[in-house]
């Protein structure tokens, strides 16, 4: 049972789920829907259903659910092969199987403490930068186009695109359900070319290097196609004011807090400006 401590407001439900650094709310919402979640002794499965967090009391499986003992934060270099979700029909491995589980209250994670999330996805053959917190508010407003938050991406496609083409995927390009922000494009120098090759895990061809400023489903992939190219290899490297840096592939770190402060100053600076 869940004994929601007093902050002298009303909010959503999948909100106060998010509030308490127990899932983002949109882990909240198919939580909610799915019949998990409780309050005051009845399942709720609409995630605008407004609560008192003064006075309502809210169950999520049966369990006791507190506000996590501390934020975590997290870096993984993603490797190709892996979905980004905790569980797949298709019993593919996971970007959680590269994340140990051990006891959070030695620095560590448990299945009690499990329950950070991904901010955002990285599809099964794409690789690179992968955040992941349990801090639900910084983790949605990372994630959401909305926020406008820069991600940069190194791409290896079929071919180089024309100057024409060029200009269309850096001032906008129209694709299926929506137009793109502006993006930049910079063609890979022959040095970072084979810095990459000599990684082990990349070849020789046209590589260059994108910045967008949404990252909505497959993306990256999307404008290239909608150009003309096929992405061959698509690797993240930058996510707001965060590198990849040398962290192998596969491996994973806790952020510092200067660069937890970082992302926030990140995120408040693009909402003080729009």
């Known amino acids: 049972m869940i004994f929601i401590e007093p902050c002298g407001q009303r909010v959503m439900l999948l909100r106060a789920l998010s509030k308490l650094s127990i899932c983002s709310r949109q882990q909240a919402k198919r939580a909610i829907h799915a019949g998990r979640v409780q309050v005051n002794g009845k399942v709720i499965k609409q995630p605008t259903y407004w609560v008192d967090l003064q006075k309502d009391k809210i169950l999520l499986d049966d369990e006791v659910a507190r506000r996590a003992p501390r934020q975590i934060y997290l870096m993984l270099n993603k490797p190709p092969g892996y979905v980004t979700t905790r569980r797949d029909n298709l019993h593919r491995p996971t970007v959680f199987d590269l994340i140990p589980s051990v006891d959070s209250n030695q620095n560590h994670f448990s299945s009690k403490s499990s329950w950070i999330f991904p901010v955002g996805r990285l599809d099964y053959n794409s690789a690179g930068l992968l955040l992941f917190t349990n801090d639900g508010v910084l ?136």
Request: some cysteine.
């Open 139 to 274: 983790g949605d407003t990372l994630a959401s186009p909305e926020s406008h938050v820069s991600k940069v991406y190194r791409v290896l496609l079929d071919r180089l695109p024309q100057p024409e083409e060029i200009r269309r995927l850096e001032n906008g390009i129209a694709l299926k359900d929506y137009i793109t922000l502006p993006a930049t494009i910079e063609f890979e120098t022959p040095e970072a070319v084979a810095a990459l090759k000599e990684s082990r895990v990349e070849k020789a061809g046209h590589w260059l290097r994108i910045t967008i400023r949404e990252g909505k489903n497959r993306q990256v992939r999307r404008m290239f196609a909608a150009a003309g190219c096929e992405v061959q290899r698509l690797i993240r490297v930058r996510f707001g004011p965060l590198d990849l840096g040398d962290l192998p592939e596969g491996g994973w770190r806790y952020l510092s807090e200067k660069e937890v402060r970082l992302l926030r100053q990140a995120v408040m600076q693009r909402f003080q400006t729009s």
